[in-house]
């Protein structure tokens, strides 16, 4: 069947652990809720994603001895942030925020559930090779253009973006739809990097 160009709307992990009194709160996460809701009737394909990981999960502190949250270590795929717990599948704080409007997707897609391998990107794990289904997932809707908003700005957005530049489609970051974690200048430098990739900074 012959499609139309279409454009989505994908909506990174706006979950309560990422929300003000969650595990992994993002400042003021919450205050993009409202004008998400109002953006996703402007496109024709809307994309929900879930951070779900198991309670072991390798990116949590806790499952490293001696190690804090926002600690690095060496993974087998490179280099990995360790995290508080959060977004453990089934819990509350994995649950998408209440106020997020979750009947206009047409997909929900769950990442991280490797319990050896963080995702961060809506496309591809940390080891950046193996494929969530979404490029697969688009393709064959003939989706070519993309905005993405949520959270955090500086990790899983930053990461989905980069990989949906990488992919060949064109790219754009709602800034005023995102809120970032900003550890160590990742917001700056994730805008940096995405602007020289030549994805589009939006308000
Ligand atoms: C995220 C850190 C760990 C995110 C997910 O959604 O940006 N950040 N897991
Ligand atoms: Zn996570």
């Known amino acids: 069947m012959v ?5 989505l709307l994908l909506v990174i992990d706006i979950q309560n652990d990422f929300c003000p009194g969650g595990a992994l709160a993002v400042d003021r996460g919450h205050e993009i809720i409202a004008p998400v809701n109002g953006a996703m009737h402007n496109y ?30 060496e993974m087998s795929y490179g280099s990995q942030v360790l995290w508080p717990d959060h977004c453990v599948q089934g819990s509350e704080g ?3 925020h209440p106020n997020l409007n979750v009947d206009r997707a047409d997909l929900i897609l769950r990442k991280g559930f490797n319990p050896d391998v963080d ?23 003939n989706i070519t253009s993309i905005d993405l908003v949520g959270l955090a700005t500086d990790f899983c957005v ?6 949906a ?22 917001l700056e430098t994730a805008r940096k990097t995405l602007l020289e990739m030549g994805v589009t900074w939006g308000a």
């Open 44 to 73: 024709s394909s809307v994309v929900l994603t879930q951070d779900w990981h198991p309670k072991h999960h390798s990116s949590f502190a806790s499952q490293h001895a001696q190690k804090n949250p926002l600690d690095t270590i």
């Open 165 to 186: 530049c990488k992919l060949g489609y064109s790219v754009t970051v709602l800034d005023h739809m995102t809120r970032a974690i900003d550890l160590n200048g990742s």
């Open 3 to 7: 499609q139309a160009m279409s454009e």
């Open 158 to 163: 930053f990461y989905s973006a980069m990989d």
């Open 119 to 141: 995702s961060y990107s809506a496309f591809f794990e940390n080891d950046k090779t193996t494929p969530t289904g979404l490029h697969g997932y688009l393709q064959n809707k």
């Open 94 to 96: 994995a649950n998408f």
